[in-house]
Protein backbone atom coordinates (compact mmCIF):
# COMPACT_ATOMS: atom_id res chain seq x y z
CA UNK A 1 0.00 0.00 0.00
CA UNK A 2 3.19 1.92 0.82
CA UNK A 3 4.12 1.94 -2.69
CA UNK A 4 0.27 3.57 -4.20
CA UNK A 5 -0.57 5.71 -1.55
CA UNK A 6 0.95 8.48 1.42
CA UNK A 7 -0.59 7.53 4.49
CA UNK A 8 -1.59 10.56 6.60
CA UNK A 9 -3.56 10.86 9.97
CA UNK A 10 -7.19 11.18 9.86
CA UNK A 11 -7.22 14.77 10.91
CA UNK A 12 -4.97 15.77 7.70
CA UNK A 13 -7.57 13.64 5.82
CA UNK A 14 -10.22 15.70 6.83
CA UNK A 15 -8.46 19.13 6.01
CA UNK A 16 -7.54 18.01 3.00
CA UNK A 17 -11.78 17.13 2.29
CA UNK A 18 -12.65 19.96 3.99
CA UNK A 19 -10.82 22.57 1.53
CA UNK A 20 -11.47 19.92 -1.51
CA UNK A 21 -8.26 20.63 -3.21
CA UNK A 22 -6.43 18.75 -6.03
CA UNK A 23 -4.80 16.13 -5.24
CA UNK A 24 -2.06 14.68 -7.48
CA UNK A 25 -1.21 12.14 -4.91
CA UNK A 26 -4.04 9.31 -3.52
CA UNK A 27 -3.77 8.91 0.38
CA UNK A 28 -4.64 6.28 2.59
CA UNK A 29 -5.77 6.86 6.11
CA UNK A 30 -5.55 3.58 8.50
CA UNK A 31 -7.86 3.21 11.93
CA UNK A 32 -8.35 0.09 13.91
CA UNK A 33 -11.22 -0.51 16.18
CA UNK A 34 -12.43 -1.44 19.51
CA UNK A 35 -8.47 -1.39 21.20
CA UNK A 36 -7.84 -4.99 21.37
CA UNK A 37 -4.51 -6.12 23.11
CA UNK A 38 -3.51 -7.38 19.54
CA UNK A 39 -2.68 -3.93 18.33
CA UNK A 40 0.64 -3.86 20.70
CA UNK A 41 2.03 -6.52 18.06
CA UNK A 42 1.74 -3.88 15.12
CA UNK A 43 2.08 -0.32 16.42
CA UNK A 44 5.90 -0.62 16.76
CA UNK A 45 6.48 -1.86 13.20
CA UNK A 46 3.96 1.24 12.48
CA UNK A 47 5.64 3.60 14.59
CA UNK A 48 8.95 2.45 12.55
CA UNK A 49 7.15 3.15 9.17
CA UNK A 50 5.61 6.32 10.23
CA UNK A 51 2.16 5.49 9.43
CA UNK A 52 -0.24 7.42 11.82
CA UNK A 53 -3.02 5.48 12.96
CA UNK A 54 -6.36 6.45 14.69
CA UNK A 55 -7.71 4.08 17.69
CA UNK A 56 -11.57 3.79 18.17
CA UNK A 57 -11.66 3.14 21.38
CA UNK A 58 -15.18 1.51 23.90
CA UNK A 59 -14.00 3.01 27.78
CA UNK A 60 -16.51 0.76 29.13
CA UNK A 61 -14.05 -2.16 27.96
CA UNK A 62 -10.96 -0.59 29.09
CA UNK A 63 -9.06 -3.00 32.01
CA UNK A 64 -10.91 -5.22 30.83
CA UNK A 65 -13.92 -5.09 33.37
CA UNK A 66 -16.70 -5.18 31.21
CA UNK A 67 -17.13 -6.54 27.63
CA UNK A 68 -19.09 -6.70 24.12
CA UNK A 69 -21.29 -8.75 23.58
CA UNK A 70 -19.85 -9.89 20.13
CA UNK A 71 -16.59 -10.85 21.96
CA UNK A 72 -18.70 -13.25 24.39
CA UNK A 73 -20.91 -14.69 21.67
CA UNK A 74 -17.10 -15.10 19.50
CA UNK A 75 -15.50 -16.65 22.35
CA UNK A 76 -18.42 -18.74 23.60
CA UNK A 77 -18.70 -20.52 20.27
CA UNK A 78 -14.80 -21.90 21.12
CA UNK A 79 -15.92 -22.38 24.92
CA UNK A 80 -19.40 -22.62 26.21
CA UNK A 81 -18.79 -21.90 29.44
CA UNK A 82 -15.69 -19.63 29.66
CA UNK A 83 -15.47 -17.18 32.10
CA UNK A 84 -14.89 -13.55 30.55
CA UNK A 85 -13.93 -11.58 33.17
CA UNK A 86 -10.75 -13.91 34.17
CA UNK A 87 -10.53 -15.76 30.86
CA UNK A 88 -10.73 -13.55 28.06
CA UNK A 89 -11.19 -9.87 28.93
CA UNK A 90 -7.09 -9.82 30.27
CA UNK A 91 -6.06 -10.21 27.10
CA UNK A 92 -8.39 -9.04 24.93
CA UNK A 93 -8.67 -5.22 25.93
CA UNK A 94 -5.95 -2.67 26.04
CA UNK A 95 -5.73 -0.83 30.04
CA UNK A 96 -6.36 2.78 30.38
CA UNK A 97 -2.93 3.01 30.83
CA UNK A 98 -1.97 0.86 27.90
CA UNK A 99 -3.98 3.12 25.63
CA UNK A 100 -2.22 6.34 27.20
CA UNK A 101 1.18 4.94 26.91
CA UNK A 102 0.48 4.23 22.86
CA UNK A 103 -1.26 8.03 22.63
CA UNK A 104 1.69 9.46 23.73
CA UNK A 105 3.10 8.74 20.07
CA UNK A 106 2.61 11.83 17.84
CA UNK A 107 1.64 8.83 15.04
CA UNK A 108 -1.35 7.79 17.27
CA UNK A 109 -4.87 9.03 17.84
CA UNK A 110 -7.69 8.27 19.83
CA UNK A 111 -11.44 8.53 18.55
CA UNK A 112 -14.86 7.46 19.60
CA UNK A 113 -16.43 4.24 19.21
CA UNK A 114 -19.47 4.77 21.75
CA UNK A 115 -18.93 4.20 25.54
CA UNK A 116 -19.56 0.30 24.90
CA UNK A 117 -20.26 -1.53 21.57
CA UNK A 118 -23.87 -0.23 20.57
CA UNK A 119 -25.68 -0.08 17.42
CA UNK A 120 -26.25 3.64 17.70
CA UNK A 121 -29.60 2.91 15.54
CA UNK A 122 -30.80 0.57 18.16
CA UNK A 123 -30.98 2.83 21.00
CA UNK A 124 -32.97 6.10 21.22
CA UNK A 125 -31.91 8.98 20.55
CA UNK A 126 -31.25 10.47 24.46
CA UNK A 127 -29.50 6.80 25.14
CA UNK A 128 -27.44 7.60 22.45
CA UNK A 129 -26.43 10.86 23.39
CA UNK A 130 -25.44 10.16 26.76
CA UNK A 131 -23.63 7.27 24.91
CA UNK A 132 -21.76 9.39 22.83
CA UNK A 133 -20.94 12.06 25.79
CA UNK A 134 -19.92 8.99 28.36
CA UNK A 135 -17.09 8.40 25.89
CA UNK A 136 -16.20 11.48 25.41
CA UNK A 137 -15.91 12.47 29.03
CA UNK A 138 -13.65 9.31 29.45
CA UNK A 139 -11.32 10.23 26.55
CA UNK A 140 -11.72 13.88 25.68
CA UNK A 141 -8.38 14.70 28.36
CA UNK A 142 -5.95 11.99 27.10
CA UNK A 143 -3.07 12.64 24.96
CA UNK A 144 -4.08 12.23 21.24
CA UNK A 145 -7.77 12.80 21.69
CA UNK A 146 -9.69 13.66 18.19
CA UNK A 147 -13.29 14.66 17.73
CA UNK A 148 -14.02 11.27 15.45
CA UNK A 149 -16.67 8.82 15.99
CA UNK A 150 -16.29 5.63 13.74
CA UNK A 151 -20.16 4.35 14.69
CA UNK A 152 -20.09 0.44 15.71
CA UNK A 153 -20.43 -1.51 12.57
CA UNK A 154 -21.11 1.85 10.66
CA UNK A 155 -24.69 1.57 11.54
CA UNK A 156 -25.93 5.12 12.06
CA UNK A 157 -28.97 7.65 10.32
CA UNK A 158 -29.68 11.28 9.86
CA UNK A 159 -30.34 11.69 13.46
CA UNK A 160 -27.64 10.04 14.96
CA UNK A 161 -25.47 12.46 12.46
CA UNK A 162 -27.08 15.75 13.72
CA UNK A 163 -26.62 14.43 17.36
CA UNK A 164 -22.89 14.03 16.49
CA UNK A 165 -22.28 17.41 14.75
CA UNK A 166 -24.52 19.51 17.85
CA UNK A 167 -21.71 17.71 19.92
CA UNK A 168 -19.12 18.98 17.41
CA UNK A 169 -18.35 15.67 16.66
CA UNK A 170 -17.12 14.13 12.83
CA UNK A 171 -18.59 10.79 11.89
CA UNK A 172 -16.44 8.85 9.74
CA UNK A 173 -16.20 5.59 8.11
CA UNK A 174 -20.08 5.80 7.99
CA UNK A 175 -21.07 2.86 4.88
CA UNK A 176 -18.80 0.16 7.36
CA UNK A 177 -22.35 -2.15 7.30
CA UNK A 178 -21.06 -3.04 3.57
CA UNK A 179 -17.54 -3.25 4.66
CA UNK A 180 -18.52 -5.33 7.25
CA UNK A 181 -20.79 -7.61 5.93
CA UNK A 182 -18.31 -7.60 2.34
CA UNK A 183 -14.67 -8.52 3.42
CA UNK A 184 -14.15 -7.13 -0.28
CA UNK A 185 -15.66 -4.25 -0.20
CA UNK A 186 -13.87 -1.00 -0.18
CA UNK A 187 -15.30 2.17 -1.48
CA UNK A 188 -16.41 3.39 1.62
CA UNK A 189 -17.61 6.79 2.47
CA UNK A 190 -14.47 8.20 4.26
CA UNK A 191 -15.28 10.93 6.36
CA UNK A 192 -18.35 13.19 7.15
CA UNK A 193 -20.11 11.36 4.43
CA UNK A 194 -16.88 12.64 1.62
CA UNK A 195 -14.27 10.15 0.15
CA UNK A 196 -10.83 10.59 0.53
ZN1 LIG B 1 -16.11 -2.01 16.56
Redesign the pocket.
Known amino acids: MKEQYTFISLTEAHEKIKHDCFRSRKYAVLTA??GYKSLLSILPWLNEQKIPITL?V?PRYWDGLSWSEINEEQSRRVKSDVDMLTEVCPDLYLTREQLQQIASSPLVTLGL?GYE?FDATKMSLSEFTDNVQQCRDSICDMEGYVPYM?Y??GRHNGSTDSILRKLNIVPVLVNGTDNYNNSDYIDRVAIDGKRL
Open positions: DDFNHHATW
